[in-house]
T-cell receptor
Framework: ELKVEQNPLFLSMQEGKNYTIYCNYS?????LYWYRQDPGKSLESLFV?????AVKQEGRLMASLDTKARLSTLHITAAVHDLSATYFC????????FGKGTRLHILP | DTEVTQTPKHLVMGMTNKKSLKCEQH?????MYWYKQKAKKPPELMFV???????INESVPSRFSPECPNSSLLNLHLHALQPEDSALYLC???????????????FGSGTRLTVV
């Protein structure tokens, strides 16, 4: 059974700092997705990673995928308050499984 | 049109009521999904429709009944719900038949359901 582990589950950081969220998964997959969710809102697609070594960047966020290590990272560069949200990774095998989410709180 | 539209946005229902949640997409996506999300938890998959046929039912209680009238519409019929069924119900669609494909999953804004 596919298991997806995210860490940390909660992160409080200062504006301007860099940090990384990790997503580990237990079985072979080459499809991984990152989503953002604001409180009470739906999920916004951030990145679709479809192959080993895939790297995608959008603004201050960069995501990568290492299928051999079964690991994806979401790196935040020079964080700003507007990035405060919950971030989910989701891995697809025979179905999609979400990680528990990382609640990111960026202090102004 | 790159949206998944869900109605209603909020719903309060009694335990003896019958109600339906609706979801619509006009992106030509081949698969549609229902998820349930409790507060501060990840979305949990409930049902998957692929080419208008139910392909996955994640052992959801029969008080939840999905329906896919056509490739653009997805309903979730609710009957005799319990207070613990209160949650955010999310609809999603994908171009791939049961997979996210190259573009991933597009989620609707959700229906906030409260069972009293």
């Amino acid at each position: 059974e596919l298991k997806v582990e995210q860490n940390p589950l909660f992160l409080s950081m200062q504006e301007g700092k860099n940090y990384t969220i990790y997503c580990n998964y237990s079985t072979t997959s080459d499809r991984l997705y990152w989503y953002r969710q604001d409180p009470g809102k739906s999920l916004e697609s951030l990145f679709v990673l479809l192959s080993n070594g895939a790297v995608k960047q959008e603004g201050r966020l960069m995501a990568s995928l290492d299928t051999k290590a079964r690991l994806s990272t979401l790196h935040i560069t020079a964080a700003v308050h507007d990035l405060s949200a919950t971030y989910f990774c989701a891995v697809e095998a025979d179905k999609i499984i979400f990680g528990k989410g990382t609640r990111l709180h960026i202090l102004p | 049109d790159t949206e998944v539209t869900q109605t209603p946005k909020h719903l309060v229902m009694g335990m003896t009521n019958k109600k339906s949640l609706k979801c619509e997409q006009h992106m030509g996506h081949r698969a549609m999904y229902w998820y349930k999300q409790k507060a501060k938890k990840p979305p949990e998959l409930m049902f998957v429709y692929s080419y208008e046929k139910l392909s996955i039912n994640e052992s959801v209680p029969s008080r939840f009944s999905p329906e896919c009238p056509n490739s653009s519409l997805l309903n979730l019929h609710l009957h005799a719900l319990q207070p613990e069924d209160s949650a955010l119900y999310l609809c999603a669609s994908s171009q791939g038949a049961g997979t996210g494909g190259y573009y991933g999953y597009t989620f609707g804004s959700g229906t906030r359901l409260t069972v009293v």
